[in-house]
């Protein structure tokens, strides 16, 4: 049971660049967000998907674009990669439903912009 | 303005005693709470939830308090054991507003001392 899988789990970017995190999810759960974690920052919601075709901001959503074609997938893209991403970005995933259904973590992707 | 407030970002127990992580919030719109465990390098995994509609929840040593009146919850460890130490961040949610994003504090550092 693979949960929420993010790939790469490292990648270093040069200012300007574009690139794609992916996330994927095999638990069929409806909502899908992304969140980047900064030192004494806590998490911070970038974007989020309530179901397929449906996507909305979070707090800090500058500088992203997502999409939510299948269930399954939520890729976040990076359109000009700034110093100011430099990053450990966590998508998660859950299913509405009764106490108790805690979201699911990946294992986080580590990105540098240089 | 941050919504979810943990003041203490760090805590030292010695094994063995109570940990008490603390965390106020000031959305009355939330009505779901939750508590997340992080390791190093790794995604936050769940640890614990409540609804608005009690004041109490427990799962084996932990515990997690909800007074409403005052936007306050706070998660109680009993007895705390050195591999409980981790960042400890506390999430809420409004269930009848937002769905699919939860709002995190900036997390608390337990250490847990032999």
């Known amino acids: 049971n693979a949960g929420v899988t993010q790939t790469p789990k490292f990648q270093v970017l040069k200012t300007g660049q574009s690139m794609t995190l992916q996330c994927a999810q095999d638990m069929n759960h409806e909502y899908m967000s992304w969140y980047r974690q900064d030192p004494g920052m806590g998490l911070r919601l970038i974007h989020y998907s309530v179901g397929a075709g449906i996507t909305d901001q979070g707090e800090v959503p500058n500088g992203y674009n997502v999409s939510r074609s299948t269930t399954e997938d939520f890729p976040l893209r990076l359109l000009s990669a700034a110093p100011s991403q430099t990053s450990v970005y966590f998508c998660?995933?859950?299913?509405?439903?009764?106490?108790?259904?805690?979201?699911?973590f990946g294992s986080g992707t580590r990105l540098t912009v240089v | 303005d941050q919504q979810v407030k943990q003041n203490s970002p760090s805590l030292s127990v010695q094994e063995g005693r109570i940990s008490i992580l603390n965390c106020d919030y000031t959305n009355s719109m939330f009505d779901y709470f939750l508590w997340y465990k992080k390791y190093p390098a790794e995604g936050p995994t769940f640890l614990i939830s409540i609804s608005s509609i009690k004041d109490k929840n427990e799962d084996g040593r932990f515990t997690v308090f909800l007074n409403k009146s005052a936007k306050h919850l706070s998660l109680h460890i009993v007895p705390s054991q050195p591999g409980d130490s981790a960042v400890y961040f506390c999430a809420a949610a409004s269930r009848r507003g937002s769905q699919g994003n939860l709002i995190f504090g900036k997390g608390t550092k337990l250490s847990v001392k032999p």
């Open positions: 998660a995933s859950s299913q509405p439903g009764g106490e108790g259904d805690g979201y699911t």
